[in-house]
C-alpha cells in the first residue's frame, strides 16, 4: 500500500502556470508514477505519466503545456502546468502503479493507487 498526498492546487487565471506535488509516504522507487484529472460528471482522464527510464507519456490535449517530473529522494512528483486554460479546471489526482515499467499508460485502471486530489480552478 502507498499513501499519496497532492498538494498545490487553487485559484490560478488563465495564462498562469502551477506546479502540483504528490508526495508518497513510502518513496517511489519502486512504483511507476502518473496524474489524472477529472470533471464533475466526466471520467477521470489521464494527463501525464513516466515510466522507470523516466520516459514520459502526455495527453494530447495537454501537450506541450503540461511536464510531469520526480524526485525520487523525495518521494515527490511534481506536475507543472504553463499557460493554464479554463479548461484545466479540474480535480488532479496522483496515481501510482506497482513495480518498475517499461512505458507508462494513460488509463486508469493500469494504477494500483490514487491520491486524493487537489483542487485546481482557472477563470478567464
Known amino acids: 500500500q502507498i499513501q499519496l498526498t497532492e498538494s498545490g492546487g487553487g485559484s490560478k487565471q488563465a495564462g498562469e502556470s502551477l506546479t502540483l506535488s504528490c508526495v508518497a509516504e513510502t518513496g517511489i522507487d519502486y512504483y511507476c508514477m502518473g496524474w489524472f484529472r477529472q470533471v464533475p460528471g466526466k471520467e477521470r482522464e489521464g494527463v501525464a505519466c513516466?515510466?522507470?527510464?523516466?520516459?514520459?507519456l502526455y495527453a494530447d490535449p495537454v501537450k506541450g503545456r503540461i511536464f510531469q517530473s520526480q524526485d525520487n529522494a523525495k518521494a515527490t512528483v511534481y506536475l507543472h502546468i504553463n499557460n493554464l486554460k479554463p479548461e484545466d479546471t479540474a480535480i488532479y489526482f496522483c496515481a501510482a502503479r506497482r513495480g518498475t515499467c517499461s512505458g507508462c499508460e494513460l488509463s486508469q485502471r493500469w494504477y494500483h493507487y490514487y491520491g486524493q486530489g487537489t483542487q485546481v480552478t482557472v477563470s478567464s
Open positions: 513516466h515510466d522507470s527510464g523516466g520516459m514520459a
